[in-house]
């Protein structure tokens, strides 16, 4: 059987980006829905009805919500593939460290 993925999201969204980017990297196919964010469908309703944001990643009818979230999940489903991090504590720490930053200087544009 083969997965069925697809990316409920939005084209200019940083966090939709950071899925797209993880599944580009690991070679996964899957079948991007672009949301209209002000009239949520009512799939994106259903698959994330805490928060109601993009983006969401559907696994084979399974929802996985929260950029971060996905892109780990998208890591160690597709393990067999090159890894997203480092082999080493030390590199993954310092790649975890610039994400963050990046993470809270968008999060901060986003803001203004």
């Known amino acids: 059987m083969a997965d069925e ?3 409920l999201d939005f084209w200019s ?3 939709g980006m950071r899925v797209r980017i993880a599944l580009a990297e690991k070679g996964v196919e899957y079948e991007s829905r672009e ?3 002000a009239n949520k469908s009512d799939l ?3 698959m994330n009805p805490v928060h109601k944001q993009i983006p969401v990643l559907i696994h ?3 929802p996985v919500c929260e950029s971060l979230i996905i892109v780990q999940y998208i890591d160690e489903v597709w393990k067999h593939k090159s890894p997203l991090l480092p082999s080493d504590a030390y590199q993954r720490a310092q790649a975890r460290f610039w994400a963050d930053y990046i993470d809270k200087k ?6 203004i």
């Open 35 to 37: 949301e209209n964010l």
């Open 5 to 7: 993925v697809v990316v």
């Open 13 to 15: 969204s940083p966090f």
């Open 44 to 46: 994106l309703l259903q």
């Open 106 to 111: 968008v999060s901060h544009f986003l803001q």
């Open 60 to 62: 084979n009818g399974k």
